[in-house]
């Protein structure tokens, strides 16, 4: 049997910390966290809890930091493979460890992406505008373990692993991402930006907070017709922007490649 470790970075999630666990207890064979300064007892909750074999607290916002120290602390548990994901993302209750046994068991694949979809409220998720454009992508990642993995150091920095190659496979497990339900959620995400954030980029963050967006209901039942049509479409349109996206990479890479010396003038 493959072993699976989740990895989790996580401040102040009391308010995911027990859904988290409930999902992920089913799901994986053991959790490494690294809390950076909870204060509102979402650290001493997950160190009781029996799947969490090795833990670390750490101060001062570190993206890329904290990452690499869990990757380091995941490493010593001799995982087959690998996952993380944040307090406020949590798989769509029907899946079991069986779905992700079949996906380890295949031996030609190092990675699975999953969709993430971003909740308005508690029932409903954003049907609109960018968000919508972000659960087209699969940005969540399970990858098979390997020594060329590794964590970019930026104080801001991806979720995903970097350094593993080979092939990847989009599947239709979902995630639900809970962290903008509310504005206060919002604020308090905000705040820490702010401290690290590069001045210039400030005005992004006002993307956190999802205006005028449309609502669509969120069904667990993985197997409604309705659910299996939304997964079809969302299918379409990220086929309909990879060739736009692979056009600009092509050209990209001839302009690079043939690049000539800018003319002297006089």
């Known amino acids: 049997m493959q072993k699976l470790v989740a990895m989790l ?29 909870s204060t509102d007892g979402t650290y001493e909750i997950l160190k ?16 890329g930091r904290d990452k690499n120290i869990l990757y380091t602390m995941m490493r010593k548990r001799r995982p087959d493979w690998c996952l993380w994901l944040d307090i406020d993302e949590i798989f769509e209750p ?14 030609f694949v190092n990675k699975y992406g999953f969709r993430r979809f971003h909740f308005i409220d508690g029932e409903h998720f954003a049907g609109s505008g960018e968000y919508y454009f ?20 930026k104080i801001l920095d991806s979720p995903n692993v970097k350094g593993i190659k080979g092939l990847k496979i989009n599947t239709d497990f979902r995630l639900k991402h809970l962290g903008y339900i509310s504005k206060e959620l919002v604020d308090k995400k905000k705040e820490i930006y ?16 999802l205006h005028n967006e449309t ?16 997964n079809a479409q969302l299918n379409r349109h990220q086929l309909g922007s990879l060739l736009p996206r ?17 003319l002297q003038t006089a």
């Open 215 to 230: 609502k669509i209901k969120w069904l667990d039942d993985r197997n409604h017709p309705d659910v299996k049509s939304l």
């Open 194 to 209: 702010l401290d690290v954030i590069d001045p210039g980029k400030e005005a992004s963050l006002q993307k956190m907070y």
């Open 9 to 37: 970075r996580v401040k102040d999630g009391i308010l995911f910390v027990e859904e988290w666990l409930r999902c992920f207890e089913k799901l994986v064979d053991e959790i490494v966290m690294l809390d950076n300064g």
């Open 134 to 153: 972000y659960t087209t992508i699969h940005d969540r990642v399970m990858w098979r373990e390997n020594k060329s993995g590794y964590f970019e150091n």
């Open 48 to 63: 009781r809890h029996p799947k969490v074999v090795d833990s670390i607290r750490t101060e001062g916002y570190n993206e």
């Open 94 to 107: 029907q899946l079991t460890r069986a779905h992700f046994d079949r996906l380890m068991n295949r031996k």
């Open 246 to 262: 692979a056009k600009n990479k092509f050209f990209k890479l001839i302009n690079k490649h043939f690049k000539r010396p800018a």
